[in-house]
């Protein structure tokens, strides 16, 4: 392995892998692109590795179908079979490569004109893999990639009791893309079959629920369907599952809803508990007295993060706030209750101010800047840059729904309120 040519280095690594896909057009520029970020699959490390897969899958099944050759089965085609040649060559001294690939397949793939060759190749690995792990993610992959058919979700009910939680994982996420109520069996009837599973054997329920959740329309009430779970099931869910479990959905499902909250500490479920009622970066009516017991909780990374949320979003101090490095005043401005926190630890520590207008008013948008520059004054913050979520490379704010963000060269400012009418009822300023 001493002999092999060393990849380009790190940081070279870190500007390939934020090149914009989307604007890439014509074979030469994608044959330049692949070039250029095939080395990096040979990386010494792992990570970089890892990354550089992930954005050859993103641009092989992805981006390059959708602009460059949109009706050119042949050439797709042929873009995966030098992408298995690169991850088999690999793979000889890397044999992480086909994990990571497989990993990323989980998003990938599943479309025309890729599943029927990428499950003849995957067919092929299956025969000859020895390692069980690799075994049981390429059988998954094979579900995952598979087509729909009556016969096909018989045989993924089957395999909801498959000795591989991973297996079982995929199977039960096939299922919930499949089924509706016109299917044999009907999605409510699979409701009932794999929730009576995941109770005797978790890991089922949560990717179940991934594959169906943007179809599903009536009975039974999701988050009422995994709180039962929650409450009935034997063991915890298993971990390192290809996707989510019923403890992040739920927690995504039950943000604004303090009895379920309550539900899932009466459980023993306080992790999951803290991650609701966390989630909404908002205050919840009737959130508060539950987050000011999570910040009386003995645990000091339990207590922190309720402290400091009651400080962002509810302009609450909590009685232990100074340990954690929040604070409040009411004398910094006439128009402003101003809070400030540290978040995370040095060297790393950022300060996060938070200002609420006072009597519940709004702040107008010169009073809203007038305050931002006395925590960080033009000259301090730097240039306008543009947004990472914004589409295009204009240094502009972005809008998200009730939110203007800013990114400045060095801080973050969020202007929340009425953004139309440009009144603010809450200014964030990251430094």
């Given at each position: 392995?001493?002999?092999?040519?060393?990849?380009?280095?790190t940081?070279?690594?870190a500007?390939l892998r934020?090149?914009p896909?989307?604007?890439?057009v014509?074979?030469?520029?994608?044959?330049d692109?692949?070039?250029?970020?095939?080395?990096?699959?040979?990386?010494?490390?792992?990570?970089?590795?890892?990354?550089?897969?992930?954005?050859?899958?993103?641009?092989?099944?992805?981006?390059?179908?959708m602009n460059?050759?949109?009706?050119?089965?042949?050439?797709?085609?042929?873009?995966?079979?030098?992408?298995r040649n690169?991850?088999?060559?690999?793979?000889t001294?890397?044999?992480d490569?086909?994990?990571?690939?497989?990993g990323?397949?989980?998003?990938?793939?599943?479309?025309?004109?890729?599943?029927?060759?990428?499950?003849?190749?995957?067919?092929?690995?299956?025969?000859?893999?020895a390692?069980?792990?690799?075994?049981?993610?390429?059988r998954?992959?094979?579900?995952?990639?598979?087509?729909?058919?009556?016969?096909?979700?018989?045989?993924?009910?089957?395999?909801?009791?498959?000795?591989?939680?991973y297996?079982?994982?995929?199977?039960?996420?096939?299922?919930?893309?499949?089924?509706?109520?016109?299917t044999?069996p009907?999605?409510?009837?699979?409701?009932?079959?794999?929730?009576?599973?995941?109770?005797?054997?978790?890991?089922?329920?949560?990717?179940?629920?991934?594959?169906?959740?943007?179809?599903h329309?009536?009975?039974?009430?999701?988050?009422e369907?995994?709180?039962?779970?929650?409450?009935?099931?034997?063991?915890?869910?298993?971990?390192?599952?290809?996707?989510?479990g019923?403890?992040?959905?739920?927690h995504?499902?039950?943000?604004?809803?303090?009895?379920?909250?309550?539900?899932?500490?009466?459980?023993?479920?306080?992790?999951?508990?803290?991650?609701?009622?966390?989630?909404?970066?908002?205050?919840?009516s009737g959130?508060?007295?539950?987050?000011?017991r999570?910040?009386?909780?003995?645990?000091?990374?339990?207590?922190?993060?309720?402290?400091?949320?009651?400080?962002?979003y509810?302009?609450?101090?909590?009685a232990?706030a100074?340990?954690?490095?929040?604070t409040?005043?009411?004398?910094?401005?006439?128009?402003?209750?101003?809070?400030?926190?540290?978040?995370?630890?040095?060297?790393?520590?950022?300060?996060?101010?938070v200002?609420?207008?006072?009597?519940?008013?709004?702040?107008?948008?010169?009073?809203?800047w007038?305050?931002?520059?006395?925590?960080?004054?033009?000259?301090?913050?730097?240039p306008?840059?543009?947004h990472?979520?914004?589409?295009?490379?204009?240094?502009a704010?972005?809008?998200?729904?009730?939110?203007?963000?800013?990114?400045f060269?060095?801080?973050g400012?969020?202007?929340?309120?009425?953004?139309?009418?440009k009144?603010?009822?809450?200014?964030?300023i990251?430094?």
């Amino acid at each position: 392995m001493t002999d092999r040519v060393p990849v380009p280095d790190t940081i070279a690594f870190a500007g390939l892998r934020e090149e914009p896909l989307h604007l890439k057009v014509g074979v030469t520029a994608w044959d330049d692109y692949y070039a250029r970020m095939a080395p990096f699959v040979d990386s010494a490390d792992a990570s970089i590795r890892d990354s550089a897969i992930e954005r050859i899958c993103m641009a092989v099944f992805r981006a390059e179908p959708m602009n460059a050759r949109r009706s050119n089965d042949e050439y797709s085609i042929a873009r995966l079979g030098w992408l298995r040649n690169v991850l088999e060559n690999t793979s000889t001294h890397y044999p992480d490569v086909r994990h990571a690939f497989l990993g990323h397949m989980v998003f990938h793939g599943d479309a025309e004109p890729f599943a029927a060759p990428l499950c003849a190749w995957l067919g092929e690995w299956l025969a000859t893999a020895a390692d069980p792990r690799l075994r049981d993610v390429i059988r998954g992959a094979l579900i995952l990639h598979g087509s729909h058919s009556v016969a096909a979700a018989q045989a993924w009910i089957a395999m909801l009791d498959d000795g591989s939680d991973y297996v079982r994982a995929c199977a039960a996420k096939r299922l919930g893309d499949w089924c509706d109520e016109t299917t044999t069996p009907t999605a409510t009837s699979l409701f009932d079959l794999v929730g009576a599973k995941d109770i005797q054997r978790p890991g089922v329920a949560g990717p179940f629920w991934s594959g169906h959740q943007y179809k599903h329309c009536g009975k039974p009430d999701p988050a009422e369907w995994m709180l039962d779970i929650l409450a009935k099931r034997l063991n915890s869910e298993p971990a390192n599952l290809p996707f989510n479990g019923i403890d992040f959905h739920l927690h995504e499902l039950c943000d604004s809803s303090p009895e379920s909250v309550e539900l899932m500490l009466r459980l023993s479920h306080k992790e999951l508990a803290l991650e609701t009622a966390l989630q909404q970066l908002a205050a919840v009516s009737g959130m508060r007295p539950t987050l000011v017991r999570f910040g009386d909780d003995p645990d000091p990374n339990v207590a922190v993060r309720a402290i400091q949320h009651l400080a962002m979003y509810y302009c609450v101090l909590h009685a232990r706030a100074a340990e954690f490095h929040v604070t409040r005043s009411l004398n910094w401005d006439t128009r402003a209750i101003a809070f400030k926190l540290q978040v995370e630890e040095d060297p790393h520590a950022r300060r996060v101010n938070v200002l609420y207008p006072r009597e519940g008013s709004s702040f107008t948008d010169d009073d809203a800047w007038s305050l931002i520059n006395r925590v960080v004054d033009p000259t301090r913050r730097g240039p306008l840059l543009p947004h990472e979520l914004a589409s295009d490379d204009a240094p502009a704010p972005y809008r998200l729904g009730s939110q203007l963000l800013f990114r400045f060269d060095r801080a973050g400012i969020e202007l929340q309120g009425d953004v139309d009418a440009k009144l603010w009822t809450r200014l964030e300023i990251h430094t």
